[in-house]
């Protein structure tokens, strides 16, 4: 009913129509349309009321609504089920407890804020309110678990896309799980799976865009290296255009991973790499080495030129070292 009463009020956006005339209309009771209405207003729409006039709708939501997420969705898979929170923990967790509860292949979980949004090693994601995409979506992809690794180099490559596409804003991947702007991190992807021995329950991907911010919005410590989409493009993003444009990219290379292989992903991945060529300090989980970043392999894994020979990291943080003429 809700969703009815808001395309009837989106019908007549140019002249009020009476509380009685919807409840007419719909046949629903005058005290049930108020309740709607005022749900709605509460969901973000800017609804006016007017004593004797009615209602007149002002402005669509700027919130990730599901019936709106719904509305432009060109996916077909990803996005099918959507699970949608204004404020949660972390949308990984919430996707992983539906995941383990058996929810569909594609299904998506979105906030507008995040308390505790987390990056790889137990870090943080800091995750404002209505500024970025916090998103979470679960695949159960036909792969071997030892695959599951590259599924986050997909990722990147999709949401890549996408945002040069929306934004124009010309970002580049840095191995294994950011996408950077004029240097600065504006993507996070956080791949979490569950697994058997030889095959996979499902994989949810986390992804953290910072869309809206401005520099004054980000906290001391990542001030210095991370920065939006608008900052980098130099006017606000339209999130659920970026959201939906997402969706389709990722549906599309997960499309390809399963028809044709990695390979052919593996390949944009490295025409849009900013690691390769670059020199790099890995900090790996049990050593820490410097080298020029030649190659990534089959697998995924950075393959890195040092005096010893090719070394090849598999897990690990890479930072990019400034060229020697800078
Ligand atoms: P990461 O471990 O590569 O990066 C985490 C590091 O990035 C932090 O330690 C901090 O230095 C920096 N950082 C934190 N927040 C931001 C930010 N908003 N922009 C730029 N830099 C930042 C990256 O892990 C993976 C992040 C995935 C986030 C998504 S959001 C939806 C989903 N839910 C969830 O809890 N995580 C994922």
Known sequence: MRTAILELLKKNSDQY???ENISQLLKVSRTAVWKHIRALKQAGYEIEAHPRLGYVFRQ??????????KAHLTSSVLGREIHYFSEIDST??????????????GTI????EQLTGRGRLARGWYSPFGKGIWLSVVLRPPFAPMEAAKCTLMAAVGINRAINAVTGAGCGIKWPNDILCKGRKVVGILTEMSAEMDAINYVVIGIGVNVNMEEQDFPEEIAATATSLAMAAGCRIPRMKLLTAIL????NVYSTVKTSGFAPILAEW??????LGQQVAVNGID???TGLAVDIDADGALLIKTPQGIERVLAGDVSIRPSIEE
């Open 17 to 19: 129509i009476s509380g």
């Open 60 to 69: 669509m939501t700027e919130r990730l609504l599901p019936g709106e997420i």
């Open 92 to 105: 990984n967790n919430a996707a992983k407890k539906l995941a383990a509860d058996g929810c569909p292949e």
């Open 109 to 112: 979980v979105v906030a507008e």
């Open 248 to 251: 389709a990219e990722l549906e």
């Open 270 to 275: 490295k025409s849009q790499s900013i690691t």
């Open 287 to 289: 050593r820490n080495f």
